[in-house]
């Protein structure tokens, strides 16, 4: 009892033109629901062209100033505090109040504050490069001074700490 349902291609053809139109005019009627109610004004199109406009501007001057955050950036990884150059230092706090003032305060939008933020970012790579440099200077000065103060102890002299000496009596 195999019974399939053999359909012809001429039946298989309308099949699919009934089903692409069952589904386009389903898909009308949902599109026709879902925005009846939308309204587009010119004042809302305006808007958003703005919104968009902005958007690129903002985008055009991080492109912009791009150079600017690298050169910066590889300024503070370059510095060595060790070398007392005043004017590396001058240098990189200069480019970090250049990039602060790209982020005006009259400037819309939240996107130009990421300027600020960089520049503040840098600013603590900075002075914590300068801080753990300085650490480490003081650390390597207290252990020199540990060594010339403890030039004339004897290294055998204290016990080991936990060691408990053996004491051997002959009787």
């Known amino acids: 009892m195999n019974s399939f349902f053999r359909l012809t291609m001429r039946e298989r053809r309308l099949q699919f033109i009934y089903l692409l139109a069952a589904i ?15 309204t587009y004004s010119s004042s809302e199109s305006k808007y958003l062209s ?18 600017l955050l690298d050169s910066a950036y590889h300024a503070i990884v370059v510095y060595r505090p060790e070398i007392n150059a005043v004017f590396i230092e001058v240098d990189i706090e200069d480019r970090l109040n250049e990039i602060r003032r790209l982020s005006n305060p009259q400037s819309e939008g939240t996107r130009f504050r990421t300027f600020a933020q960089i520049a503040d970012f840098y600013k603590m790579m900075y002075v914590d490069k300068k801080l753990v440099w300085s650490k480490q200077s003081n650390i390597s000065l207290f252990r020199k001074q540990l060594d010339d103060c403890s030039v004339g102890m004897f290294p055998g002299a204290a016990p080991a700490p936990g060691a408990n000496p053996s004491v051997t009596s002959s009787r």
């Open 50 to 67: 703005n919104q968009i406009k902005m958007k690129e501007r903002v985008l055009k001057s991080q492109l912009d100033n791009i150079p």
């Open 24 to 38: 386009s005019f389903l898909s009308v009627v949902v599109s026709w629901i879902a925005f009846r109610n939308k």
